[in-house]
């Protein structure tokens, strides 16, 4: 008796087999949307050095609908990165006291209340308040 | 205890006859308690002794009976039928060869297994006069979850990365070397770093987390692999940046 193993194809489908993997190509994904909105800001920035006018159209180019848009699809894209990893930080860095672990929530908690304070500090710093 | 008609759809494929699997169709009567390895063993027995696939315990403890059953990795013994409606789809564990209808080619994941030393390289040998090494509790349960992985290889069939690259070491191989590497009485932590912090080791996973989902024993090679990914760079940055630590 010969042996003849069959090896069989991999295709593209499997991002549709579970919804596990299409989450985590929708958290690939995201990458484009914040790798363009970085893209942006450098563009802003290559504006103000050109001096108010060119700053100014730059200001008045953001308040276009195609631009609104984008910021809302890279929010929402930038929010459930930010979110997904964060949940799977307790995996990353579990933390052992004595014989117990500390709870997944208590990690991932940490990394939410971080996030929310650094945010709060931007908008402070911005003069959102 | 009731009975019911199942139907299965079983991928076959003989390799002294067929050029390509096919799909064969059985309806069997079954009792409503029976897991998918009941019904494939009834098959057997009753329908059709051609039938090949790989089992042993019937428990969830060897590891042998990893398929596909509806397109999800599980162990046949751990899949029961009232968990399912219609026709149940049993295919051979995916991103491994077929040797012959469920039946795998296992080479590959053996190979890497041994490669990532899943065993205990104590940090200093000493004469069995000395007595046991031993460890606290705490030490255990730093490590003791990983020891639960009983090679099934429902996460190699989980694993995207695994099926795209088959060079990968894998989740479970990793997760044993972390095994290995977190037991306070081990010093072969080294050694297996030259597989698991390589290119092919760690460093392919792109954390899809599949791994984890699928594990019937509950081990979290994702976990593993995150924390040897973190380690590895800490030691690189050690090793560049701060020289003399390693002297």
């Given at each position: 008796?010969?042996?003849?193993?069959?090896?069989?194809?991999?295709?593209?489908?499997?991002?549709?087999?579970?919804?596990?993997?299409?989450?985590?190509?929708?958290?690939?994904?995201?990458?484009?949307?914040?790798?363009?909105?970085?893209?942006?800001?450098?563009?802003?920035?290559?504006?103000?050095?050109?001096?108010?006018?060119?700053?100014?159209?730059?200001?008045?180019?953001?308040?276009?609908?195609?631009?609104?848009?984008?910021?809302?699809?890279?929010?929402?894209?930038?929010?459930?990165?930010?979110?997904?990893?964060?949940?799977?930080?307790?995996?990353?860095?579990?933390?052992?006291?004595?014989?117990?672990?500390?709870?997944?929530?208590?990690?991932?908690?940490?990394?939410?209340?971080?996030?929310?304070?650094?945010?709060?500090?931007?908008?402070?710093?911005?003069?959102?308040? | 205890?009731?009975?019911?008609?199942?139907?299965?759809?079983?991928?076959?494929?003989?390799?002294?006859?067929?050029?390509?699997?096919?799909?064969?169709?059985?309806?069997?009567?079954?009792?409503?308690?029976?897991?998918?390895?009941?019904?494939?063993?009834?098959?057997?027995?009753?329908?059709?002794?051609?039938?090949?696939?790989?089992?042993?315990?019937?428990?969830?403890?060897?590891?042998?009976?990893?398929?596909?059953?509806?397109?999800?990795?599980?162990?046949?013994?751990?899949?029961?039928?009232?968990?399912?409606?219609?026709?149940?789809?049993?295919?051979?564990?995916?991103?491994?060869?077929?040797?012959?209808?469920?039946?795998?080619?296992?080479?590959?994941?053996?190979?890497?297994?041994?490669r990532v030393?899943?065993?205990?390289?104590?940090?200093?040998?000493?004469?069995?006069?000395?007595?046991?090494?031993?460890?606290?509790?705490?030490?255990?349960?730093?490590?003791?979850?990983?020891?639960?992985?009983?090679?099934?290889?429902?996460?190699?069939?989980?694993?995207?990365?695994?099926?795209?690259?088959?060079n990968y070491i894998?989740?479970?191989?990793?997760?044993?070397?972390?095994?290995?590497?977190?037991?306070?009485?081990?010093?072969?932590?080294?050694?297996r770093q030259q597989e698991i912090a390589a290119t092919e080791g760690v460093w392919e996973?792109?954390?899809?987390?599949?791994?984890?989902?699928?594990?019937?024993?509950?081990?979290?090679?994702?976990?593993?692999?995150?924390?040897?990914?973190?380690?590895s760079?800490?030691?690189?940055?050690?090793?560049?940046?701060?020289?003399?630590?390693?002297?």
């Amino acid at each position: 008796m010969s042996r003849k193993p069959y090896v069989r194809e991999i295709t593209s489908e499997w991002i549709f087999r579970h919804p596990r993997y299409l989450r985590y190509m929708v958290r690939e994904f995201s990458c484009l949307f914040i790798g363009a909105w970085t893209l942006l800001m450098v563009w802003g920035l290559k504006q103000l050095a050109q001096g108010p006018a060119a700053w100014a159209a730059f200001l008045e180019c953001l308040k276009s609908p195609a631009s609104v848009g984008f910021h809302v699809l890279a929010l929402a894209f930038a929010a459930y990165h930010s979110i997904t990893w964060f949940n799977l930080t307790p995996k990353a860095l579990p933390l052992q006291i004595g014989e117990e672990f500390v709870p997944d929530a208590a990690i991932a908690g940490a990394h939410f209340a971080v996030w929310a304070a650094l945010s709060l500090a931007v908008l402070y710093f911005a003069g959102a308040f | 205890m009731g009975e019911r008609l199942v139907e299965l759809e079983v991928l076959r494929y003989n390799p002294e006859t067929d050029s390509e699997p096919h799909f064969q169709r059985y309806a069997a009567t079954c009792r409503e308690e029976w897991v998918v390895l009941d019904a494939l063993n009834h098959i057997k027995e009753t329908l059709d002794p051609t039938l090949s696939y790989r089992w042993s315990c019937h428990m969830a403890v060897c590891g042998s009976c990893g398929m596909m059953v509806n397109g999800e990795p599980k162990l046949a013994c751990k899949a029961f039928l009232r968990n399912y409606e219609g026709a149940i789809r049993v295919e051979p564990l995916r991103h491994f060869p077929i040797e012959r209808d469920l039946v795998t080619v296992m080479d590959d994941f053996m190979a890497k297994l041994a490669r990532v030393k899943p065993y205990l390289i104590p940090r200093q040998e000493r004469p069995f006069s000395e007595g046991e090494y031993r460890q606290t509790p705490a030490e255990l349960k730093r490590f003791k979850q990983y020891s639960m992985c009983i090679n099934c290889m429902l996460c190699y069939a989980a694993c995207p990365e695994y099926g795209l690259i088959p060079n990968y070491i894998g989740p479970a191989a990793i997760a044993l070397a972390h095994r290995y590497n977190q037991d306070s009485r081990d010093g072969g932590r080294e050694q297996r770093q030259q597989e698991i912090a390589a290119t092919e080791g760690v460093w392919e996973c792109s954390f899809v987390g599949a791994c984890s989902e699928v594990c019937p024993e509950h081990v979290d090679p994702a976990g593993a692999i995150q924390q040897v990914k973190i380690k590895s760079t800490v030691d690189w940055y050690q090793a560049h940046l701060m020289p003399w630590l390693n002297k």
